[in-house]
């Protein structure tokens, strides 16, 4: 029995393709093997990962001049990898959301002079800082941001004014969950684990001018954006078997009609538990209502105890991984785009029963 899975991630794929992955596990396509099996230089291979590609470009509007990577260490690796491709002048503005922005930052350092041009963490990052007229620095390479704050519930609504600056943005926890502007920024990367696929890989979306051989001294080859994007994210074996399920997710998404299809899928599932959260006298949302995230609900009941006793019970309900990100406590309901509808309604059934039962 499948339970409602309302991890941050590793997260719910849609049951569709795990199921078409499971019918092709021993044969992919009449090749005899599966695609765990081939090799990555195939004719069958070459056909999963450029049909990949094209089907995120088309899902995302992506224009000719940006390359796509498929890379593997997962959002973390990117961490490093942005100043040092980037790093030219040796300085960039981060702006502070959460975890993954600081950890985005204090990895920047280890590079060159990272600058904290604004940040919430005097709130315990519940809100998004005003960026509207950041003192950015004249010889900042780049601004950073997490646009999507996986843990603490928060998303950019509006993108920084970056004064000219390039963008680069980690969208790991809002990847696929609306339509984006990608000619709004130089680089816009994700670890998939959170709405495409499973663990390990990577996708960067990057302006070409901004892939070149001027990259800090010591860059390791498989950072080098420019080796990456010289062999279309070939140049070592890649992550084969995530490639193709993200290449599944992409059909999916299409086939539910795209990203503004499921904008408007995510915000109905969002609306239904923040209207619930709102008037509940037990169950309180932590984020300032302008910022929240159409895909992580992070809620309080002001009682550890009571939280103690929600996760469990929630989890022996069916609903799972509703515990709160270990540094903040509390719950948090993931909910990405292969989560339906039920899932969250059912969520809701639960949160009104245990507040009659315990309120
Ligand atoms: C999960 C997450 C990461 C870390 O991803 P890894 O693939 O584990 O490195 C980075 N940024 C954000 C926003 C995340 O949600």
Redesign the pocket.
């Known amino acids: 029995m499948r339970v409602y899975n309302f991890s ?2 590793p997260a719910v794929l849609p049951e569709e393709v795990l199921k078409e992955a499971a019918d092709e596990m021993l044969d992919y396509n009449g090749t005899g093997m599966s695609v765990m099996e081939m090799s990555h230089r195939s004719k069958a291979y070459d056909d999963i990962i450029k049909t990949a590609e094209k089907d995120i470009r088309e899902l995302m509007n992506i224009p000719d001049n940006y390359k796509v990577l498929f890379l593997q ?5 990117q ?1 490093a990898a942005v100043p040092m491709n980037l790093m030219k002048n040796k300085k960039a503005a981060y702006i502070i959301t ?1 975890q ?1 922005a600081k ?2 930052y204090q990895e920047a350092k280890l590079y060159g002079e990272a600058v904290d041009v604004a940040s919430s963490a005097d709130k315990t990052f519940s809100y998004i800082p005003d960026c509207s007229d950041l003192d950015i620095p004249e010889d900042a390479d780049y601004v950073y941001i ?1 646009e ?4 603490y519930g928060t998303k950019f609504k509006t993108l920084p004014n970056t004064k000219g600056k390039i963008l680069v943005a ?4 809002c990847f696929l969950s609306e339509p984006v502007d990608v000619t709004k920024y130089g680089v816009i990367y ?2 998939v ?2 709405n495409v696929g499973p ?2 890989l ?1 996708i960067s979306i990057i302006r070409e001018d901004l892939i070149t051989d001027d990259v800090l001294p010591g860059t390791p080859t498989m950072l080098k954006w420019k080796t990456q994007a010289d062999n279309d994210s070939l140049y070592n074996t890649p992550n084969c078997y995530a490639i193709y399920i993200c290449g599944k997710v992409f059909k999916w998404i299409k086939k539910m009609g795209g990203l503004e299809a499921m904008k408007a899928h995510n915000e109905k599932k969002a609306k239904i538990l923040y209207d619930f959260l709102d008037q509940s006298k037990l169950f309180k949302g932590t984020v300032r209502p302008e910022d929240r995230s159409l895909m992580n609900v992070p809620f309080v009941t002001g009682s550890e105890e009571l939280d103690a006793k929600f996760v469990k019970e929630s989890k022996a309900a069916g609903l799972e991984n509703l515990k709160g990100h270990r540094t903040v406590g509390g719950m948090r309901a993931s909910i990405y785009n292969a989560m339906p509808v039920e899932g969250v309604e059912k969520l809701v059934e639960f949160m009104k029963e245990f507040e009659k039962n315990n309120g």
């Not at 260490?73 to 690796?77: F, L, T």
């Not at 999507?148 to 843990?151: D, G, Q």
């Not at 980690?170 to 926890?173: A, L, M, R, T």
């Open positions: 941050a991630g260490g997962g959002a973390s690796q961490f959460g993954w950890k985005a997490c999507n704050n996986t843990i980690d969208v790991s926890s994700g670890g684990q959170k663990a390990g990577v």
